[in-house]
């Protein structure tokens, strides 16, 4: 089992690019979801799914989009980047929503 | 709305102490309290998982409360090893999503 993996580790950005964090896991979880963790806060919840072909919006969705076409795959896509975007994120997942979390190794994103 | 309290947000004791990690929320509606471990540059790794209906649980040497009524969970780490340093974070889990802490990060000193 591989568990949660993201693609990149590291990435930097010019303001207005896109890009898309990938997160897959082999757990067949049906649970999946994307935060943010900035330095003296808390993980905040971008988007999550509770399964393939439903996603929805968690407390800082903006400048974002998801999609769950299949169980294994919740892709982040940054629609046009901006320094507050600047961030380390985190997919996560579980069987169920409120379940123990499995967390993937994160991506730190750099938006210049 | 729930928010979800973790003091101090450093700690550092002697090797081979017994310690307790603090988290206070202020919505006792919670389904379950969950302490996580992150290491530095690392994902979160699942501790423990208190369900609302239980006062605690236990994994080797971690101990974790929960206190609805007060709305506090402990974490207790019995004999700390220089391995255990680490941020710890908890999260209580809302109806639709988990409201974390900002972590207490913990260094124990050989």
């Known amino acids: 089992n591989a568990g949660v993996t993201q693609t990149p580790k590291f990435q930097v950005l010019k303001t207005g690019q896109s890009m898309t964090l990938q997160c897959a896991q082999d757990?067949?979880?049906?649970?999946m979801s994307w935060y943010r963790q900035d330095p003296g806060m808390g993980l905040r919840l971008i988007h999550y799914?509770?399964?393939?072909?439903?996603?929805d919006q968690g407390e800082v969705p903006n400048g974002y989009n998801v999609s769950r076409s299949t169980t294994e795959d919740f892709p982040l896509r940054l629609l046009s980047a901006a320094p507050s975007q600047t961030s380390v994120y985190f997919c996560?997942?579980?069987?169920?929503?409120?379940?123990?979390?499995?967390f993937g190794p994160g991506t730190r994103l750099t938006v210049l | 709305k729930q928010e979800v309290t973790q003091i101090p947000a450093a700690l550092s004791v002697p090797e081979g102490e017994n310690l307790v990690l603090n988290c206070s929320f202020t919505?006792?509606?919670?389904?379950?309290l969950q302490w996580f471990r992150q290491d530095p540059g690392k994902g979160l790794t699942s501790l423990l998982l208190?369900?609302?209906s239980q006062r605690e649980q236990t994994s080797g040497r971690l101990n974790a409360s929960l206190d609805k009524s007060s709305g506090r969970s402990t974490l207790y780490i019995a004999a700390s090893q220089p391995g255990d340093s680490a941020t710890y974070l908890c999260?209580?889990?809302?109806?639709?999503?988990?409201?974390w802490g900002a972590g207490t990060k913990l260094i124990i000193k050989p």
């Open positions: 996560a997942s579980s069987p169920q929503r409120r379940d123990t979390q499995y």
């Open positions: 757990m067949n979880h049906e649970y």
């Open positions: 799914s509770v399964g393939a072909g439903i996603t």
């Open positions: 919505d006792s509606a919670i389904y379950n």
């Open positions: 208190i369900q609302s």
């Open positions: 999260a209580g889990q809302s109806n639709y999503q988990l409201i």
